[in-house]
Structure formats: structure tokens, C-alpha cells
């Protein structure tokens, strides 16, 4: 059977994501800052592991502990926002640290220290959750600079270690899962998760190595970069 991993998985896009690749027959690893809050994450088939994706000892720890365990599918989808620079006026360095760090950081370091554990799978898959909100061609206004610019680097990343990865036949691409009404995207949002993440899925179950590096919406279509 295969695994996957998902980060951020105790909540809005995350816990979508765990019900969507166990309905496909995944075994599937959740990841969350703390476990013992993640009741809803209780479930056949589901292994329930502490991972704070800031923290580059907890990202170690959690390698040490699944040293071994092949991983099909990683799903970068730990993510925060900062509310407070949605103009010049409100940048900060604390805004930018505290998004960058779990975004950016964490996504590249996780990746990286779970490689052994993906080149060990069939099917050698990361997906990094982005956003429209990183295209630099469409530098949409209103939103979060730190958020915004950090999805920008997600991209980057993917697209590195796509072309890292080439050798290894790995898939990496960045996905934007579409404004949807969780806690961060709140109760105006278009998109339910659980239809968004359903499709996203669905169109990651088709991608192949010849996709790596692409930025795409949840039906497949590509984004600009």
C-alpha cells in the first residue's frame, strides 16, 4: 500500500488532504505542531506524528523516526499568513520571519531530510502547496507581502529541485489549491476545501515525471509564473 505525507494536517486544506489520499487507498502520515489536538485526524490508516516545520530539530527528529519508511507522496502544506502587511505601511522583519520560516524553511529543509524516504517510494511525488498569490506576473494587491512573496519562493524551490531531482525521476510541482473557506482563507471564499482538495488530488494521481517544475491550478492548468 502506498504513503503519504502531509504537513499542516490537523486542519482546513491539511485534514482534506489526509480524507482524500486514505479514500485512494493511501496509508498516509499527519503531520501537526501538536498531535494531542488533532482528534479529528483519528482514523483508520492515519499515524498521527508531532512535526513543527519551524523548528529544524523537530523536522531531524521526525526523519530519525520514519528512517526506513518509503514515502510515494510528500504534501507540502504546512502555511501562515501574517494579517498585519497587507500594505507597505505594515512590513515588518517579524511578519517575514515567522512566514518565511514555515513556508519557505521548513518546506525545503523537510524535503530534503525525507529524501531517503522518497527515493524509497514508487512514486517519487512532492507537492508544494503555493498559491496565485506567489505569480510575480500577476502580483496581485490586498494581500499578506510576506505571504505573497513567500509562495513566490516556493516556486523557486520547485522548480530547483525539480531540475535536482531529474536524474531520480521525481515529480515536483508547486499547486495553488484556489481561495477556500478555511480559517485562513475565511468565510467569504469561493471554493470548499474538501471539492478543491479532491480535484487537486485527482490531477496529482496524473502527473508524471515530464510534469516536474510546473505551477498549476487544481485542474492541471498552468499558472504563470
Not at 502506498?2 to 498516509?28: H, S
Not at 501574517?82 to 519557505?104: Q, T, Y
Not at 494587491?141 to 531529474?166: C, E, H, Q, W
Not at 471539492?195 to 505551477?215: F, H, I, M, N, W
Request: aromatic share 6%; hydrophobic share 45%.
Amino acid at each position: 500500500m502506498p504513503t503519504a505525507l502531509v504537513t499542516g494536517a490537523n486542519r482546513g486544506l491539511g485534514i482534506e488532504f489526509v480524507k482524500a489520499l486514505r479514500r485512494r487507498g493511501y496509508d498516509v502520515i499527519a503531520a501537526a505542531r501538536r498531535p494531542e489536538e488533532a482528534k479529528a485526524l483519528a482514523r483508520p490508516g492515519v499515524r498521527v506524528v508531532q512535526l513543527d516545520v519551524a523548528d529544524e530539530k523537530s523536522i531531524e527528529s521526525l526523519a530519525a523516526q520514519l528512517r526506513g519508511v518509503p514515502i510515494d507522496v510528500l504534501v507540502n502544506n504546512a502555511g501562515v499568513t501574517d494579517p498585519n502587511d497587507k500594505k507597505i505601511e505594515g512590513l515588518s522583519f517579524g511578519a517575514f520571519e515567522r512566514v518565511f520560516a514555515v513556508n519557505v524553511f521548513g518546506l525545503a529543509v523537510l524535503t530534503k531530510a525525507l529524501l531517503p524516504n522518497l527515493r524509497a517510494g514508487g512514486e517519487k511525488k512532492v507537492l508544494n502547496i503555493s498559491s496565485q498569490l506567489g505569480s510575480i506576473h500577476d502580483a496581485i494587491p490586498g494581500f499578506s507581502y510576506a505571504y505573497s512573496a513567500s509562495k513566490a519562493a516556493v516556486n523557486m524551490i520547485t522548480a530547483r529541485m525539480s531540475r535536482d531531482l531529474l536524474r531520480d525521476k521525481f515529480t515536483v510541482v508547486s499547486f495553488c489549491p484556489g481561495w477556500n473557506k478555511t480559517d485562513m482563507g475565511g468565510p467569504d471564499a469561493p471554493l470548499d476545501p474538501a471539492e478543491s482538495v479532491e480535484q487537486l488530488v485527482a490531477t496529482a494521481d496524473r502527473l508524471t515525471p515530464d510534469d516536474s517544475g510546473k505551477y498549476l491550478r487544481i485542474d492541471g492548468s498552468a499558472i504563470p509564473f
